[in-house]
T-cell receptor, first 112, second 110 residues
Framework: EADIYQTPRYLVIGTGKKITLECSQT?????MYWYQQDPGMELHLIHY???????EKGDLSSESTVSRIRTEHFPLTLESARPSHTSQYLC???????????FGPGTRLTVT | QKEVEQNSGPLSVPEGAIASLNCTYS??????FFWYRQYSGKSPELIMS????GDKEDGRFTAQLNKASQYVSLLIRDSQPSDSATYLC??????????FGAGTRLFVKA
């Protein structure tokens, strides 16, 4: 069973607020990912990390930022939330390249 | 053309039948292939991984890979209502990034 955690699970917040979505894994995986998924739609990679102090933007343009100061922790921050950010955010991690990705339970964000 | 294509469905099968899910991919150098199951409102969970041509069986699930034809399939035998979910095909070319298909919705009727 994958040990990857996300908090909060649900968040309703007003426009313009700064928010940080937390993601932690206890498997020691080097690779970590953030995906955005709207209901019934496909996953879109928004950020990924090869390891500590290594982060890259994914395919989907996002106004969010990430950091990777510790191997196990990969938080995502929105400086100023907007209704267009309403979505589900999924964090994942994997060992090595080409390996299985293990997903956290997700954070469902609603911006009013 | 999408890099990983799946029929969105829904695919509806009666309980006890075999469900067959298909996926095609565009990058010939793809090396790793995965099937994930995603229940509504939940996160994806791995069902099967397959790396070489042929069949791989795990319980009621069989993954089939044909690299020459660039397709991957998933067979679910003795389908149960609890199998009703969206099934995501995912392909990795050997780098960090795995490409996910949009998924096929499966309904198993009791």
């Amino acid at each position: 069973e994958a040990d990857i955690y996300q908090t909060p699970r649900y968040l309703v917040i007003g426009t313009g607020k700064k928010i940080t979505l937390e993601c932690s894994q206890t498997m020691g995986h080097d690779k970590m990912y953030w995906y955005q998924q709207d209901p019934g739609m496909e996953l879109h990679l928004i950020h990924y990390s090869y390891g500590v102090n290594s982060t890259e933007k994914g395919d989907l343009s996002s106004e969010s930022t990430v950091s990777r100061i510790r191997t196990e922790h990969f938080p995502l921050t929105l400086e100023s939330a907007r209704p267009s950010h309403t979505s589900q955010y999924l964090c994942a991690s994997s060992e090595g390249t080409g390996g299985v990705q293990y997903f956290g339970p997700g954070t469902r964000l609603t911006v009013t | 053309q999408k890099e990983v294509e799946q029929n969105s469905g829904p695919l509806s099968v009666p309980e006890g039948a075999i469900a067959s899910l298909n996926c095609t991919y565009s990058d010939r150098v793809s090396q790793s292939f995965f099937w994930y199951r995603q229940y509504s409102g939940k996160s994806p969970e791995l069902i099967m991984s397959i790396y070489s041509n042929g069949d791989k069986e795990d319980g009621r699930f069989t993954a089939q890979l044909n690299k020459a034809s660039q397709y991957v399939s998933l067979l679910i035998r003795d389908s149960q209502p609890s199998d009703s979910a969206t099934y995501l095909c995912a392909v990795n070319t050997g780098g960090f990034k795995t490409i996910f298909g949009a998924g096929t919705r499966l309904f198993v009727k009791a």
